[in-house]
């Protein structure tokens, strides 16, 4: 369990509290004026200037001395903030983790609050000008996606049932896109998307600048050497470079600190060699998130 | 001591932008050719335009700490609009 789940999860991981995806939380929260704010100006967050900086070239600003250092400290305040005046624009408290498909299951079959919509992914749009209808947004995020047409998808239905959501997942999840859920605003819960790393503006930041966009799962994977038959189709389909196939072995091994636990790899071994096990079992893995 | 500097990487908004002749919204080729996709396609920051469809957008290099000098997205797009350069 990370420090979110210490604070927001009532005992256990902080997406499986049930009050994290109430109306209630959401209206204490002027989550419906965030999120318009925040949607409205969702391609921008990279360009807009934060106390004088925007995020053009960052990975040259991050190594500068001092400034750097300082920029650091901001930028992951600012995802992480939980203070009442937090910018929507720029995303301040708007952060999320992982999860395997499992996980996603539960939510959107008992958590997450209704309306369900699922729309063409931003991250995508943004970073690669693809619309591909993959992110199941719900609960006050639905009505303000709602009205913003870029994001709707043409010839498709995007209001979805319970059922069909789970359905989706299901399919972008074998298809080798990662699962996340997403704080918007923490600790508002309201959306599970289907990533891309770095297609991801989340993945890109935490993967390429280090900053703490997303964390990864609760999970890790295990590969068990007698049933892996070196066919090497996981290696394949992990984003992160976590596996690699060592001829002379005759089976997979996995680097463990690049290894984000999405569980993605799982659907393409046909010798059942793989499994997901909670992140706190593998000692070196302890509280890395 | 200062950093290395990023590759330069620039696209002529008279070819391809807001007022261009182009609408980067219809082409997106250089985000797409662009291995490490360091290009961001948005609105320009500060034009009043409307909040719910805009309609005046452009792309810019964001991460461009990345770009590895391949020059793919030169040589795909249509306008000529983007250079590459370093030092
Ligand atoms: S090795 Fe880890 S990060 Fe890679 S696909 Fe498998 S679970 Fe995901
Ligand atoms: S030169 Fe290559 S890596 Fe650099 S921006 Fe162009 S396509 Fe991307
Ligand atoms: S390839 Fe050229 S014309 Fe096409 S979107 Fe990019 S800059 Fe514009």
Known sequence: MCQWCMKHGAGGKWYMNAKNYSNELADSLLAREYLTEQWRNFEN?????IMGFSSIDLGYKLQMPIIGKLLKWNAEK???????????????????????????????????????????????????????CC????????????????????????????????????????RGYIAS?????????????????????????????????VYKSEYAIKVNPDKC???????????????KLVPSLKRVIVDPMKCWGCGICRHACKHDALEIVPRESIPGLRGIY | MFPKKSPKVTIDYAKCGEHGKVDPRDCTKCMKA???????????VGVEQDPIDPKQWRITAVWTSLCNKCLKCVEVCPEKAISVSWS
């Open chain 1, 45 to 49: 967050i990279y360009i807009r200037k």
């Open chain 1, 78 to 132: 600012m995802i992480h903030s939980d203070s009442k005046n937090r910018k929507a624009v720029r995303g301040d408290g708007h952060f999320g983790q992982v999860i395997p498909l499992e996980d996603a299951k539960v939510i959107l079959g008992n958590l997450a609050a209704e309306p369900i919509i699922e729309n063409y992914c931003m991250c995508r749009w943004m970073q690669r000008g693809i619309k591909e």
């Open chain 1, 135 to 174: 992110c199941i947004n719900f609960g006050q995020l639905s009505g303000v996606i709602e009205k913003l047409p870029r994001f709707i998808p043409q010839n498709l239905q995007y209001k979805i049932s319970r059922e069909e959501a789970i359905e989706r997942i299901e399919k972008h999840n074998k």
């Open chain 1, 181 to 213: 859920v997403w704080f918007q605003p923490v600790p508002y819960i309201n959306a599970i998307c289907s990533c891309e790393n770095p297609e991801c503006g989340g993945m890109r930041l935490r993967s390429d600048f280090g900053l703490h966009t």
């Open chain 1, 229 to 243: 038959q070196a066919c090497g189709m996981c290696v394949q389909k992990c984003q992160f470079g976590s596996l």
């Open chain 2, 34 to 44: 662009c291995d490490p996709a360091i290009f961001i396609i948005h609105e320009p």
